[in-house]
């Protein structure tokens, strides 16, 4: 196993060189790229998982602090890739022998039909995970504003008097999920502006990349889904309703009122937002964790998470095709 939730505090150069180690371990099936640089400097990494015509986004790490789901979402791309080797490896061991091995018991029996899932979602999709969109507040939810290299970033962030633990935004103090060109972004503080920030414009030219048939962005409050857009039609609603309650079947996470889209006295400009208005294909942000989890998020929430958004991400490639 590459990724390991038994480590203490994940940093940024482990979540890394984890992502390479299974690109290496894993190359028939998945790539490493690097979609970008965030302010300070670090890489934004894209992991191309499968081999399908087809393209889903799967985004996590965007809100610093929300530091539990690009561990979560390695380990997903872990266990995908060694279910694909190992049902591709079953498959040409039934052809030689024209049966497979005896079956002992209904836990083994669902063990096989879920690796024939994921071989035929990897088969169909690739896949495209970037599991940290944001790894400068990344860097500062676990150590502190000292992990910022520039000076000037470094002293710009400390002066908004935000605890690290805390923190939302990039390495500019701008919360990203605010940036994207959308019906309902507003600026925040005069000389804001839409898509300013590296990260959002890495996250975009990667939507623009591929003709992707739906995005999920991982996030952490409180175990649930929104999937209402008021800037969209009812039948695009419709359709996210839809999907939004299969997801929340798999995992018993809850949906989000409409009225609830946006925060009252908040702005939009979510990933969410845009991809919806650009591409009216499926968009869902889906929040992990328990509604009173403190930040620092406890590293117990990492098994969960696991379970819970391996299956997300399944059930969402089955309803988008
Ligand atoms: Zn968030």
């Known amino acids: 196993m590459i990724v390991d939730f038994k480590e203490g505090s994940y940093s940024y150069e482990k979540l890394t060189a984890d992502a390479k180690s299974l690109a290496n371990q894993y190359s028939e099936i998945l790539k490493y790229v690097t979609i970008g640089k965030s302010h300070d400097n670090r890489d934004i990494i894209l992991l191309k998982l499968g081999v399908g015509k ?38 040409q061991e039934f052809k030689k022998q024209n049966n497979f091995q005896k079956v002992q018991d209904k836990d083994e029996y669902e063990d096989i039909l879920y690796g024939a899932c994921i071989y035929e979602i990897l088969q169909t999709f690739t896949i495209l995970f970037v599991p940290l969109l944001n790894p400068d507040g990344y860097v500062i939810s676990l150590y502190g504003f000292d992990a910022i290299e520039d000076p000037q970033l470094r002293e710009l962030c400390k002066a908004k008097n935000i605890p690290g633990e805390e923190w939302k935004c990039n390495a500019r103090g701008v919360d990203i999920n605010r940036n994207f060109p959308s019906r309902l972004y507003r600026p925040k503080d005069p000389g804001d502006y839409a898509a300013s920030e590296n990260e959002t414009k890495a996250l975009i030219f990667l939507f623009h990349g591929y003709r992707s048939k739906g995005f999920l962005d991982f996030h952490s409050r409180g175990k649930q889904i929104y999937y209402y857009r008021k800037a969209m039609s009812d039948t695009y609603n419709n359709k996210q309703h839809e999907i939004a309650l299969r997801l929340a079947g798999v995992t018993n996470y809850v949906l989000i009122p409409p009225e609830e889209e946006v925060d009252p006295g908040d702005t939009g400009g979510n990933t969410v937002h845009y991809y919806s208005e650009h591409f009216r294909k499926p968009a869902l942000t889906i929040e992990t964790v328990d509604e009173e989890a403190a930040f620092p998020l406890n590293i117990r929430y990492r098994d969960s998470t696991f379970d819970e958004l391996k299956l997300i991400i399944l059930e969402f490639g089955s309803r988008i095709l």
């Open 54 to 91: 087809q393209h889903m986004i799967c985004c996590g790490g965007v809100h610093a602090r929300e530091n539990i789901n690009p561990i979560v979402l390695l380990r997903i791309i872990e266990n995908y890739a060694e279910l694909y080797y190992k049902h591709k490896e079953q498959k």
